[in-house]
């Protein structure tokens, strides 16, 4: 029992970070119905960027935080300037895919001639310390990605409810024409919202790269995961996002120990093909024309 | 072309080339003509892979020319097996079905990873090397892959002009119209896809024979489909000849790369550059580009004929009966 | 198709064929013939780029520096060595094309092999396909060895699975009361990894360890934590971990959170990285740790101290600084000079031949092969001690005692 409790508690520590990854995808589908591929490759990137500050200077991935979410926000507007606004309308989710793709094998090449492939972790001093409670183990470093997570999240949700932008966002997710209707600067906000699922990108990596090690080519297994979770929780939908990023962080975990180790990862695959079966719009997606 | 050209590199050249040029044809059939992006493709070329290598480790055949029988067998055994998978990835639709396939991709490499005492894991598995003379050593397998080349083209070419063509190409326009008026869009949908794969393991399974020694990460590869998408997307999606453009520019271009920029990751900057110079700037292909091109000619220079020369594109609406 | 149909495809087919032809003809634009005089040419195919990038290169670094060494000092038989070094982005697809290249089209005189077992197999197979002997630095794992390939020898003491072994040796060597009475494994899923950690489980099961967990998890995990809370939950004595490097990283953070010290740890990679190791998991906590080497700096081996002092001069750093890969890649240099000198020639038939008897004095030790390439000898058995990595089995090569149990996390 007390094993599974501990799964438990880990699969929640690393659910939470999967949350604040999958928001920033489920943003960019609400609000360009753009598939990106490369959230992997950005959150890569951010791991490696605080990685940098951090053996450079010192700084604290949670203080670099602070740094690097403007940074990655402004990167954010520019690729969707650059490669997502020139797609057309009618054909923008398989070629944002297609793009975004390619994006992250391009952002994967460069840090791989920055960095090269040695595996890398930002070891703070406080990585290998545990705080206990109530007999159960929480380290340190997960504990403090989590608290990250969960902040940011809520920041994000309180963007999205109560600035103007994240009014804007909204409608636009809601229905494009209506927002322009009302005055809504689309293109703006899309390449805005772009961003900000980007920022998300970088802060979740920040908070990656002190738990776990990391190389260039670690961004298929987070896109992997990533795609699955907002597939689960219904493409578009923030909450379906983050619910099914926990659910799923403690499935894994607790079919890792209770199970195997081995098939672990299979947990994703086998609950995203039941629930496909039973519902294809996912848990909280809606069923839209030619959406799903 | 071995009567021309007879070294061993060159042959290895022609055979990678011919290889991707089945593979961007086949992908051509389910990603050109339906409009639906299968990211997944690649699982399949290493799932005929796999079916051969495990023939031969656990069946024990033999070597020499047997494994070349094996693929029909092999091809129309994925195919088929494939059909309940399309039917679930096709409950869905555009995007989610991209990375339903993406999610595919990675349940596949796993389960060779994991299924030890089928696939030997991460081992890898070893296929019975033939012992064909060392002077023409790669020729069966060049002609084998030519084989499966002709008749992807083949099959591309037949389901263009067959009714099939005509549901996947409404399918590609409207799906829900189409379900609308009637055509049986799932049957289309799976059949296509069955065929598509079947093709691709048939690559898969000469791949592994020539190669000779098999692991889960590089049979089941994603770059493998990165490349086929590529290469339809560089020659023209959709048309016959498009996809096998691609191959032919791409892969000497990175296996000369690879000779010269060599120790660097460059060639992943390189892949990823290519693609979105093809997606932002000719985002048809090279193909219909031209033939736009053309037609823009010959209208200019007749300008008493009328628009709506003879295109080799079929009737885009659908006629049901 | 249409007649405009026929006609595209026909004017297509002709744009097909001359783009491969000049693409045939661009890549081959530096065919060669091999002569008997004029500079030994070597080929080989390196990860300079892709999942074994940072030990490729090191492979690199031993070959430059080799061939360095030799062209300043007469060379081979008189003649200077020329080195053509590719890469193959860590794919078996590119391997094959590399060595056929290589042999075919720059028809090079003699190849080395590639970095690791994943491609070594491919490759040695192409190469014995021309009948070239391939001395490979670093790919030893069973499935290379089971191709019974006669032209390809592993130039290193022992295959790679054996790379426990003397760990075993000096475990049942101590007193019962001193001797782990339970172990776990913990294993990559690798063709190098697992195979070792098997290996070891049988041989102290029939020591009588009772196996308390065992497991082999995917290559991808970043996240061992919840395999090492199952495997340290009935408390063994003793963990055994087939690791490549990252993996065995990961398992010593683990355990220090979890707080658990086991009497023995031993390592099959990882920590036996001597800058590494002490790196990631942090200098103070590395005592007591076992491993295995096939080479270090300190043994008293044919050429050791003359390598050391040039890859010191070359590269700078100390003998403890130099990575094994590049150890490995001066012996394959080292024993080609040796057989040619004795032989009088470069011929692959007869360095096949000769190769496969006697023993051969290399700096990885004195090397013997059986029939398949596989090395008759033993692995080193390295421990941690006061913070430094050393060898402390054999006793021909130890440079300290071997002790356990091992310290507290911290000490």
Same mark, same amino acid.
């Given at each position: ?95 944002? $895919? ?147 990023? $926990? ?46 | ?321 | ?8 495809? +026909? ?181 190098? +990894? ?63 959170? +979890? ?8 390592? +099959? ?143």
């Amino acid at each position: 029992m007390h094993l599974f409790v501990q799964a438990v508690i880990l699969g929640l520590l690393t659910g939470g970070v999967y949350a604040l990854m999958a928001s920033g995808l489920a943003l960019a589908f609400g609000v360009m119905r753009v598939i990106n591929v490369a959230q992997g490759a950005l959150i890569i990137l951010g791991a490696y960027l605080s990685y940098s500050l951090y053996q450079h200077i010192g700084l604290d991935p949670f203080i670099a935080l602070v740094l690097l979410t403007p940074a990655m926000f402004g990167l954010g507007v520019v690729l969707q300037l650059a490669f997502l606004r020139p797609l057309p309308d009618e054909e923008r989710e398989e070629l944002s $895919l297609l793009v975004t793709w390619a994006l992250a094998l391009g952002i994967e090449g460069l840090l791989s001639v920055a960095y090269q492939t040695t595996y890398r972790s930002t070891i703070t001093s406080y990585a290998d310390r545990s705080w206990i409670l109530a007999g159960y183990h929480i380290s340190v470093a997960r504990g403090f990605a989590f608290i990250a997570s969960i902040v940011l999240l809520v920041l994000l949700f309180a963007i999205l409810r109560l600035t103007k932008l994240g009014r804007a966002l909204r409608a636009t997710v809601q229905n494009p024409t209506a927002a322009r209707l009302l005055g809504v600067n689309t293109r703006t906000v899309s390449a805005l919202g772009f961003g900000l699922s980007v920022a998300t990108a970088s802060a979740a990596g920040a908070a990656y790269g002190i738990v776990f090690p990391f190389n260039p080519g670690s961004h298929y297994d987070l896109i992997s995961r990533l795609l699955t979770i907002i597939v689960l929780g219904g493409l578009g939908s923030l909450g379906g996002a983050v619910a099914a990023a $926990l659910l799923m962080g403690v499935a894994e975990s607790v079919f890792a120990t209770e199970i195997s180790p081995t098939w672990s990862s299979f947990t994703f695959f086998i609950v995203l093909i039941a629930v496909l079966v039973v519902r294809p719009q996912g848990l909280f997606g809606a069923r839209v024309r030619g959406a799903i | 072309m071995p009567f021309v050209f007879g070294a061993a590199w060159q042959m290895n050249l022609f055979f990678f080339t011919v290889m991707y040029a089945a593979l961007a044809s086949a992908w051509n059939i389910v990603g050109g003509y339906s409009g639906y992006i299968s990211l997944g493709h690649a699982a399949f070329f290493g799932v005929g892979a796999y079916a051969v290598a495990i023939t031969f480790n656990h069946v024990g055949i033999g070597g020499g020319y047997r494994p070349f029988y094996v693929l029909p067998l092999v091809g129309i055994g994925v195919g088929a097996a494939s059909v309940p998978i399309a039917w679930v990835a096709y409950r869905t639709r555009a995007a989610t079905f991209a990375i339903v396939t993406v999610t595919l991709l990675f349940v596949v490499q796993q389960l060779a990873f994991n299924l030890r005492s089928l696939t030997s894991g991460s081992q890898g598995l070893s296929l019975p090397v033939p012992s064909f003379p060392v002077s023409t050593y790669e020729h069966p397998f060049y002609y084998a892959m030519l084989g499966v080349l002709a008749l992807s083209a083949l099959a591309s070419w037949y389901v263009r002009g067959s009714r099939l063509g005509l549901m996947l190409f409404a399918i590609r326009d409207d799906e829900d119209r189409a379900r609308g008026l009637g055509v049986q869009t799932t049957f289309a949908k799976v059949s296509s896809f069955a065929l598509s794969v079947g093709l691709v393991a048939m690559a898969g399974g000469i791949w592994a024979y020539y190669i000779s020694f098999i692991y889960p990460q590089f049979a089941i590869d994603p770059l493998v489909t990165i490349g086929m998408v590529l290469m339809v997307y560089l020659g023209g999606k959709g048309t016959i000849w498009g996809p096998i453009l691609g191959a032919f520019i791409l892969v000497p271009a990175q296996q000369y790369l690879a000779y010269r920029l060599g120790a660097s990751q460059l060639y992943l900057v390189g892949y990823s550059a290519i693609f979105l110079v093809v997606m932002l700037f000719l985002p048809r292909g090279i193909l219909p580009s031209i033939s736009d091109r053309l037609r823009h000619l010959k209208a200019r220079r007749r300008p008493e004929r009328t628009e709506g020369a003879v295109s080799d594109e079929p009737v885009e609406r659908v006629a049901v009966s | 198709m249409s007649k405009v149909g026929w006609r595209k495809g +026909a004017l297509v087919a002709a744009v097909l064929a001359t783009v491969v032809a000049v693409a045939a003809m661009a890549v081959g634009s530096s065919v060669a013939a091999p002569s008997a005089s004029g500079p030994i040419k070597i080929g080989t195919s390196l990860s300079l780029s892709g999942d074994f990038s940072d030990p490729g290169k090191a492979v690199k670094r031993g070959y430059l520096l080799w061939a360095a060494y030799v062209n300043a000092h007469g060379g081979i038989l008189g003649r200077k060595v020329q080195l053509k070094i590719v890469d193959d982005a860590s794919s078996p697809d590119q391997v094959v094309t590399n060595y056929r290249n290589l042999i075919t089209r720059d028809k090079v005189d003699l190849v080395f092999g590639p970095f690791s077992s994943l491609l070594t197999g491919p490759a040695a197979t192409v190469a014995n396909r021309y009948h070239y002997a391939m001395l490979g630095p670093a790919g030893g794992g069973p499935k290379v060895f089971a191709l019974k390939l006669p032209n390809y020898f592993f130039v290193q003491p022992a295959p790679v699975i054996k790379c426990g072994d003397s760990f075993v040796n000096y475990v049942s060597s101590l007193p019962a009361a001193k001797r782990p009475k339970t172990a776990s494994y913990a294993s990559l899923d690798d063709p190098f +990894a697992s195979p070792i950690a098997d290996r070891m489980q049988s041989k102290f099961q029939a020591k009588g360890v009772k196996t308390l967990y065992k497991t082999i998890y995917p290559s991808e995990t970043t996240d061992l934590t919840p395999i090492v809370e199952k495997a340290i939950a009935k408390k063994p004595d003793m963990i055994v971990a087939g690791t490549q490097s990252e993996d065995a990283y990961s398992q010593v953070k683990a355990l220090i959170q +979890a707080g658990y010290n086991p009497k023995f740890l031993f390592f +099959a990679n990882g920590a036996n990285s001597p800058t590494e190791f002490p790196d990631k998991v942090g200098r103070k906590n590395v005592n007591g740790i076992f491993s295995c080497s096939d080479w270090t700096p300190t043994a008293p081996t044919n050429g050791n101290k003359l390598f050391v002092s040039q890859y010191v001069k070359r590269y700078g750093g100390t003998g403890f600084d130099i990575d094994n890969n590049s150890a490995e890649a001066w012996a394959v240099g080292q024993l080609l000079q040796i057989v040619a000198k004795k032989t009088g020639t470069i011929d692959n038939q007869t360095i096949i031949k000769t190769l496969h008897k006697g023993t051969w004095p290399t700096i990885e030790g004195n090397l013997s092969w059986d029939a398949s390439g596989s090395p008759n000898g033993n692995d080193l058995l390295v421990e941690w001690v006061k913070g430094r990595l050393v060898p402390v089995f054999p006793k021909s090569v130890a440079i300290a005692k071997p002790f356990s149990p091992k310290p507290a996390w911290g000490h």
